[in-house]
């Protein structure tokens, strides 16, 4: 999807790189309305997949759920290195610890959720935008407008 930013230029974005436990997950929990803002965002275009360390062991029965692939990365340093294996460049990260904040200095936007598991302040310095959550990020990615409202200058 392309976005168009005054001020700012240009905006592709072609995959959506999710971190599982505090942002796609809420206490182990899919909130409402997740899955059909996935299907919504598949729909547009987006590659859509989900990095995480297992910690609850629980990813293929999400993965098939929600219909987007995962990624095993144990510690940040894997999960940047796997950004940098899918266009950086052109790639969207949601994420809320300190686990992402090595992913969140390579990928070209940086959402980070704030929920009820609650975001690290590092990883929160190393974002472009800061979102109650995750529900709310996925729209902003839908709604181009309200995206471009954002990020404009
Ligand atoms: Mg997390």
């Given at each position: 999807?392309?976005?168009?930013?005054?001020?700012?230029?240009?905006?592709?974005?072609?995959?959506?790189?999710?971190d599982?436990n505090?942002?796609?997950?809420?206490?182990?929990?899919?909130?409402?309305?997740?899955?059909?803002?996935l299907t919504?965002?598949?729909?547009?275009?987006?590659?859509?997949?989900f990095?995480?360390?297992?910690?609850?062991?629980?990813?293929?029965?999400?993965?098939?759920?929600?219909?987007?692939?995962?990624?095993?990365?144990?510690?940040?340093?894997?999960?940047?290195?796997e950004?940098?294996?899918?266009?950086?460049?052109?790639?969207?990260?949601?994420?809320?610890?300190?686990?992402?904040?090595?992913?969140?200095k390579?990928v070209?936007?940086?959402?980070?959720?704030l929920?009820?598991?609650?975001?690290?302040?590092?990883t929160?310095?190393?974002?472009?935008?800061i979102?109650p959550?995750?529900?709310?990020?996925?729209?902003?990615?839908?709604?181009?407008?309200t995206?471009?409202?954002?990020?404009?200058?």
């Amino acid at each position: 999807m392309v976005y168009k930013i005054p001020g700012v230029g240009e905006l592709e974005l072609k995959t959506l790189i999710l971190d599982l436990n505090g942002t796609l997950t809420v206490k182990g929990e899919i909130p409402d309305g997740v899955k059909q803002r996935l299907t919504r965002l598949k729909e547009l275009g987006y590659r859509i997949l989900f990095f995480t360390g297992n910690t609850r062991n629980n990813e293929d029965e999400i993965a098939s759920v929600l219909g987007i692939d995962w990624i095993l990365a144990e510690n940040g340093i894997t999960k940047r290195d796997e950004a940098l294996k899918l266009d950086p460049d052109t790639c969207v990260s949601i994420g809320n610890g300190l686990i992402d904040l090595e992913l969140m200095k390579v990928v070209k936007l940086r959402i980070v959720t704030l929920q009820a598991e609650g975001v690290h302040v590092q990883t929160l310095l190393n974002s472009d935008i800061i979102i109650p959550s995750i529900v709310d990020a996925l729209d902003l990615l839908i709604d181009s407008s309200t995206l471009v409202a954002t990020l404009r200058k």
